[in-house]
């Protein structure tokens, strides 16, 4: 008997196997995550059992202790969060030999973005900054201390809420966050191609970002590597097209290094361009792209250029101007500009790239599922090392959803409407995971009978105060925040007029 899945001949008798192969995969990665924890083991890989097994959302810390899966005291959960030990390194290579989402066209596509922790009131919280934060209102922004953090995850074609979340690191006051980025995005291609993800031959592997990257420098810090970066930009940027074929000056001179100017905000400067497709969309309606070849910012020695000797590299790319017709969310529609690191594009790149930039949206899904699902800005911490601890627990709990995703059952709600095997959200199949957890082996042990500590006397105060620490600010150029002299106490504001 044979059954047809997806255009494929698959036999039936192989289901149980493929089944076991994947139940094989996921005890795989649970077991080199228990071998990743170096201190209180056992604890840390209860409690992201209880993540993934407690019912409903995670709300804080502490009610992990009374899920079944946890068999342990509180106290020892608080000590494992504070104490414990975590080969990061070690856990960044396991998630990247799991099986990883592909685009369309078998092309690894990697978004980067920044999600904040937000701990306004951890005053005894060191190494915290203002983060970039959305306000109730309209166009109403806020800046909240916090750690944020930058994350990286491979993305998938057609909508979904499922990406893999690759790497994650706190970003320091005062960092120079495309450098960071860059360095960040160097390590995770390198686990990518020692894994065997990308091989010769293959498309290079995109990466994509909001506004608020500088996509041209880090196409250019990253132009030894196999990659492609396609980024949103203002709509207030001015671009130079290429400089124009040498002609004698009689007058003398250097021969010029700019174009003519490209201002996105004055179409007068356009010129027709190199590629124009026009898509029908079932969420967008009509997309019109438009891209024109070749067109590259003018670098200044100022801020992250100012140590480049000599000078400053062009870096050519192609600028993309999207429009549609309506937005899902019923907004008005504004231009998208992009800003894409590859030349010579033909409106089948330029679609793929559109598209591709897209599906970048769908790491706001895993941050809000992160957030208020497994709860991991729940927890109030005050080490930064515990929080960086908490951090990847949460992510090896996602990742371990990402891999029951094809095992799970769809167990919903009478109200919830039935969904494909394939289409399971990560909030369902969370809900099955208890399910599996009983037909894999778990690697931790059984815990031992101990007696708690005294603890400090009652009625007595703590007498080691807590250190207060200032809040940072994440600067672009890394210098060190001073307040102008109009905000300083003592003094008056300037008068306008």
Not at 14 to 24: D, E, F, K, T, Y
Not at 215 to 233: H, K, N, S, T
Request: glycine share 8%; net charge positive.
């Amino acid at each position: 008997m044979l059954t047809v899945t997806k255009g494929a001949v698959v036999s039936s008798v192989s289901q149980p196997a493929i089944v076991s192969g994947r139940l094989a995969v996921l005890a795989g990665f649970r077991r080199e995550f228990y071998q990743a924890l170096t201190a209180r083991r056992d604890e840390l890989f209860e409690l992201t059992d209880a993540v993934l097994c407690t019912d409903g959302a995670v709300k804080t810390l502490v009610e992990l202790a009374l899920a079944p899966e946890h068999q342990r005291g509180h106290g020892a959960l608080y000590d494992g969060i504070n104490h414990g030990g975590l080969d990061i390194g070690r856990l960044r290579r396991a998630i990247t030999d799991t099986p990883l989402p592909r685009a369309a066209d078998g092309r690894l596509v990697l978004a980067v973005d920044v999600s904040p922790w937000l701990r306004p009131d951890a005053n005894t919280s060191p190494e915290r900054c203002f983060c970039h934060t959305y306000g109730r209102g309209r166009d109403e922004h806020r800046m909240i201390p916090g750690w944020p953090y930058s994350f990286v995850a491979a993305l998938e074609s057609g909508p979904t809420s499922w990406t893999a979340i690759l790497d994650a690191i706190r970003l320091p006051p005062g960092a120079d966050v495309a450098a960071i980025t860059a360095a960040q995005l160097r390590e995770v291609v390198m686990r990518l191609l020692a894994a065997g993800q990308w091989t010769a031959g293959d498309p290079e592997i995109l990466i994509v970002a909001d506004a608020g990257y500088d996509a041209p420098r880090i196409a250019f810090l990253l132009a030894d590597l196999p990659i492609q970066v396609l980024a949103r930009l203002r709509s207030d940027r001015v671009f130079r097209r290429p400089a124009p074929p040498y002609a004698y000056n009689p007058k003398g001179g250097r021969p010029p290094k700019h174009g003519g100017e490209f201002a996105f905000g004055d179409p007068s400067t356009w010129d027709t361009p190199n590629v124009s497709t026009t898509t029908n969309d079932t969420r967008y309606g009509t997309a019109i792209a438009q891209a024109w070849d070749r067109l590259h910012p003018i670098l200044t020695h100022r801020n992250a250029w100012t140590d480049c000797l000599g000078d400053l590299p062009v870096i050519e790319g192609t600028v993309i101007r999207l429009t549609v017709d309506h937005l899902p969310s019923g907004g008005d529609p504004k231009p998208v500009w992009l800003w894409w690191s590859h030349v010579e594009a033909t409106a089948e790149d330029v679609d793929r790239a559109w598209m591709s930039f897209l599906r970048r949206f769908d790491i706001e899904h895993t941050f809000r599922l992160l957030k208020q699902t497994l709860g991991w800005t729940a927890p109030r911490l005050r080490d930064p090392a515990a929080a960086d601890r908490w951090t990847w627990i949460t992510i090896a709990a996602h990742t371990q959803l990402r891999l029951a995703r094809p095992l799970a059952a769809d167990l919903r709600r009478p109200w919830e409407r039935p969904l494909d095997p394939d289409r399971l959200t990560p909030a369902r199949v969370r809900r099955g995971f208890r399910n599996l957890r009983a037909k894999i082996p778990t690697p931790a042990h059984a815990p031992k009978p101990t007696r708690p500590g005294p603890g400090r006397p009652p009625g007595s105060r703590n007498r080691q105060r807590a250190t207060v620490h200032d809040v940072g600010r994440a600067l672009a150029t890394g210098e060190a925040h001073t307040r102008p002299a109009h905000h300083q106490k003592g003094t008056k504001p300037r008068q306008k007029g």
